[in-house]
């Protein structure tokens, strides 16, 4: 058993990081382009971590109540949720008000220089 995966890492590679990391991504994605705030992916995330705690059980005899592995694996999907909404969230900005930002790179945008 290693910190971040209970039974092999191949089982926490592609259920937790695979699996449940694009699914986060997704509601991320999803939020964003519905302009809603930033807290509902992180709720709606954390949901989504005891469903894959949920398979890590059921498919791989893995322990459902343990709040260890849900941490672990609700820290990997927010961060993946919160990637899919951070890139929408600037691509929304520099396309919608295209006249006042232009993108600074993939996570940020910034106000028009005036030439």
């Not at 005891?50 to 005899?61: D, K, N, P």
């Amino acid at each position: 058993m290693g910190i971040l995966w209970e039974n092999s890492f191949a089982t926490f590679l592609m259920l937790t990081v695979v699996i449940g990391g694009s699914a986060a991504y997704m509601t991320g994605r999803s939020l964003a382009a519905h302009w809603r705030p930033i807290i509902q992916p992180i709720l709606y995330t954390l949901l989504l971590a005891a469903v894959v705690r949920f398979f890590h059980f059921a498919l791989f005899g893995g322990t459902l109540l343990s709040i260890h592995y849900y941490v672990v694996d609700a820290a990997v999907l927010i961060a993946a949720a919160l990637l899919g909404y951070r890139v929408t969230r600037v691509r929304q900005m520099v396309t919608q008000y295209s006249w006042l930002y232009e993108r600074a790179g993939l996570f940020w945008w910034r106000e028009k220089q005036e030439n």
